[in-house]
């Protein structure tokens, strides 16, 4: 059996329970080593065996899924954050379908849910913002041409940029020409949740010189949108006028 479980977005105690369980399980774990942190490698027990993906390609991922399934032996693979978001596991799955290994995942806390966190920030704000875009700028991966980011930022909505922050320059230059305003707030959040996170708040228009100057060029979230300073009304949830299935709204 394999586990593909969410690490979470970096400090060690937001894996979930059951991450945990299957980590405490596991006679083989494969991690993302360029990004889990490795102190989630102290839930394995003793005689677990553990590789660095980092340093294999695909098919020694599945070739070493494979050995351990002969074995009878339980796999986890742990990715970064959760799993669902440029985690490229379907790639992995569609391998080990073909092989007739079963598999399960265990979803973990996104870094851009451990982003807001640090930021106290809501990504949703009644008035400002009811969307999040989730999306990356090209780079060596392509996107689709009708998700540029040129296009998406014609909406105006939250946005947040993963795997983005090598390509600054371009990032900033694609916003503005799809009308973000240059004063746009923009947040950027180096290591959410570890203990040398790093945050800038910055704007569109001086986002890629602060980057440069705090050295921020990998592992990073660039968080854009009014939800960063904006002024809101207050939620219809906990409007004392407004009722909801638990509570009757007062006149
Ligand atoms: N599945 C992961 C994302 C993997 S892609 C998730 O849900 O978070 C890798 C990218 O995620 C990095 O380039 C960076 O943009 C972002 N990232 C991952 N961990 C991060 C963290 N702790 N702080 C900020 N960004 C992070």
């Known amino acids: 059996m394999v586990y593909f479980v969410g690490a979470g977005p970096g400090a060690a105690d937001l894996l979930t329970l059951r991450g945990k369980k299957y980590l405490e399980q596991a006679d083989l774990i494969i991690y993302a080593g360029s990004l889990v942190n490795p102190e989630l490698l102290d839930y394995a027990g003793a005689d677990c065996e553990i590789?660095?993906?980092?340093?294999?390609?695909?098919?020694?991922?599945?070739?070493?899924?494979?050995?351990?399934?002969?074995?009878?032996?339980?796999?986890?693979?742990?990715?970064?954050?959760?799993?669902?978001?440029?985690?490229?596991?379907?790639?992995?799955?569609?391998?080990l379908e073909k092989l007739g290994i079963s598999y399960e995942v265990c979803p973990?806390?996104?870094?851009?849910?451990?982003?807001?966190?640090?930021?106290?920030?809501?990504?949703?704000?009644?008035?400002?913002?009811?969307?999040?875009?989730?999306t990356r700028t090209e780079g060596r991966t392509a996107v689709p041409e009708s998700e540029q980011l040129s296009s998406l930022a014609a909406h105006q909505a939250t946005m947040v940029l993963f795997l983005s922050a090598g390509l600054a320059k371009k990032?900033?230059?694609?916003?503005?020409?799809?009308?973000?305003?240059?004063?746009?707030?923009?947040?950027?959040?180096?290591?959410?949740?570890?203990?040398?996170?790093?945050?800038?708040?910055?704007?569109?228009?001086?986002?890629?010189?602060?980057?440069?100057?705090?050295?921020?060029?990998?592992?990073?979230?660039?968080?854009?949108?009014?939800?960063?300073?904006?002024?809101?009304?207050?939620?219809?949830?906990?409007?004392?006028?407004?009722?909801?299935?638990f509570r009757e709204g007062r006149l």
Not at 79 to 91: F, K, M, Q, V, W
Request: charged share 20%; hydrophobic share 40%; with cysteine.
């Open 51 to 95: 590789l660095n993906s980092a340093y294999m390609n695909l098919e020694q991922v599945i070739h070493a899924i494979e050995q351990a399934e002969k074995e009878g032996k339980n796999t986890v693979r742990l990715h970064t954050g959760d799993p669902s978001l440029y985690g490229a596991i379907r790639e992995q799955m569609v391998q």
């Open 171 to 245: 990032t900033r230059q694609e916003l503005l020409d799809g009308g973000y305003p240059p004063d746009t707030p923009v947040a950027v959040v180096y290591k959410a949740t570890w203990p040398e996170e790093k945050i800038i708040r910055t704007t569109l228009a001086h986002m890629e010189e602060d980057m440069e100057q705090a050295d921020i060029l990998k592992t990073a979230l660039i968080i854009v949108g009014r939800v960063l300073d904006s002024d809101f009304s207050l939620s219809r949830l906990y409007d004392k006028h407004f009722s909801t299935g």
């Open 108 to 134: 973990g806390v996104s870094s851009f849910c451990g982003a807001a966190a640090s930021l106290n920030l809501e990504y949703t704000l009644p008035d400002v913002s009811q969307s999040v875009i989730i």
